[in-house]
């Protein structure tokens, strides 16, 4: 696939701003972007003349970018071939000694699954699994048991729901594609959260529709603002419970006066994450236009690859429309396994929340003894910290940080135009070791920077 100069230098954002050479700063930004996966492996990059050109500056500086990348294993180039991302073969040499310098993965958000529970749950899904097999198995809005399942845990949630009101999808992020290819045509602007779930962003670029950014800020959600943009979306995608990145939960007063001229999408995926307060209603209830999506991702586990559509027959028709064009439905053991797993209650497991919260005890505690500047407010729930840092240095921190031994999301990937460029967000889905190793590791990679390290030159071994 050939990424156009235009795209890639969309993506750098504002990789202008920063010290160090032109050009260090250039391939830190472009090594950021493979290892977010924004340029995906295999990808073609556009040539030093045109990237130039899109950014504004001289080839000298791109070509430099580029062979610094081509050292460190970031691009491959071949005579009169486009250069192609690819990854290291090995880890830098500072990552390879000792035995405790395996790189810290905090750039997901997502907990371990709870094995027993999953165990128990599949096998008995396999004991139900031949009532299915004098049928097709071609389940478009997914299997009857799923489909009800899910309603009864809107049901015993406080929201009346019938299971022909359900469609069954593989994930969250594949409920929002199809929604989006439904609802929306190019040039469609989409009303968001600023910062939003990244895949959201890329889902609505994908679709060529325009993004109308209205500010989460630490007080949370402004539904003035919110009606005045829905004035003028075509439509409105909003992560209410416990956003992703913030963690903020939407007070229920402006859940009651949130009435937006446009159709609205509401992503309800973390909404079983609570942790220091009850699980917010679903939002349906103050909204019964909402169309709500929803998951066992987070909950349960994501390899369960089940999520799905809350709205009317008549929407959740004309989704399946366009998805005989990507896919023709959902495994139906999974569907069967997640169904026995929603009727049994397992969507909010006391140990696991409390495992979470003392997780998320520990990363704060670690934050402030390593990396005392950095602000960092405490959610009531959800699976992150979404960390301010006083300078806008996010981005080369998470270019450099990799050599220290630890991946992290800088903030512009949750935002549009190079925004959140002093924001981090801190999963604390790991073991309460690994994330204080994880921080001491940033900690160095932080002091590195302040130093004048960049990611092509990093100095430092990993403790
Ligand atoms: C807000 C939000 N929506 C959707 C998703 C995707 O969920 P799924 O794994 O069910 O596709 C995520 C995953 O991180 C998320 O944070």
């Known amino acids: 696939m050939k990424v156009t100069s235009h795209v890639v230098a969309r993506m750098l954002g504002t990789w202008q701003e920063g010290p160090g050479p032109a050009h260090q700063r250039l391939s830190d930004r472009l090594r950021l972007l493979v290892l977010d996966g924004r340029l995906p492996l ?59 310098s395996a790189t810290i993965d905090l750039s997901f958000a997502a907990p371990p ?8 749950a599949f096998a008995a899904a396999l004991e139900q699994l031949p009532r299915h097999f004098e049928r097709h198995g071609y389940d478009r809005n997914g299997t009857a048991e799923l489909r009800e399942a899910v309603a009864h845990w809107y049901q015993r949630r406080g929201l009346p729901t019938p299971p ?23 040039r469609d602007q989409v009303l968001i959260d600023h910062p939003t779930y990244p895949h959201a962003i890329s889902t609505f670029t994908e679709v060529r529709a325009r993004l109308l950014p209205v500010a989460v800020a630490s007080s949370g959600w402004d539904t003035a603002q919110l009606h005045a943009a829905g004035r003028i979306a075509t439509l409105a995608y909003l ?16 859940r009651q006066s949130l009435k ?25 209830i103050h909204m019964p236009t909402a169309i709500s999506i929803g998951s066992v991702s987070k909950s349960i586990w994501g390899g369960l690859r089940i999520g799905w559509i809350r709205a009317t027959p008549s929407l959740l028709e004309r989704v399946q429309q366009t998805r005989h064009a990507t896919d023709l439905g959902t495994p139906v053991v999974e569907q069967l396994a997640t169904a026995i797993l929603l009727d049994e209650d397992q969507t909010q ?83 309460q070791d690994q994330l204080t190793q994880a921080i001491r590791r940033l900690a160095q990679a932080e002091q590195a920077l302040t130093r004048g390290a960049t990611g092509a030159h990093s100095p430092a071994p990993v403790a």
């Open 113 to 120: 699954a709870p094995v027993e529970i999953l165990h128990a």
């Open 239 to 254: 992560i209410p419970d416990f956003h992703n990145p913030t963690g903020l939960c939407m007070p229920t007063s402006a």
């Open 164 to 186: 022909d009101h359900i469609l069954i999808t593989n994930g969250a992020q594949h409920a929002l594609a199809l929604l989006a290819r439904t609802l929306l045509s190019p």
């Open 42 to 100: 295999g990808s073609t990059l556009p040539s030093e003349r045109d990237l130039a050109t899109a950014l504004s500056t001289s080839r000298t500086t791109v070509g430099a970018a580029y062979r610094t990348l081509v050292e460190h294993g970031y691009l491959a180039t071949r005579a009169r071939a486009k250069a192609t991302v690819r990854l290291p073969d090995d880890p830098p040499p500072e990552r390879r000694s000792g035995t405790n």
């Open 260 to 284: 937006l001229a446009c159709p609205t999408v509401i992503d309800e995926t973390m909404t079983d994450l609570a942790l220091d307060r009850a699980s917010p209603d679903p939002f349906a």
């Open 349 to 431: 497991r006391p140990g696991t929340l409390e495992q979470l919260r003392s997780q998320r005890d520990v990363l704060r505690q670690a934050l402030t003894e390593d990396l005392p500047d950095l602000h960092v407010p405490q959610p009531a729930g959800g699976l992150t910290l979404w960390a301010t840092f006083p300078q806008p240095i996010s981005s080369r921190l998470a270019a450099i940080a990799p050599d220290y031994g630890v991946t992290i999301a800088a903030g512009p990937r949750f935002g549009i135009g190079g925004a959140f460029e002093r924001n981090i967000r801190l999963p604390y889905t790991l073991p």
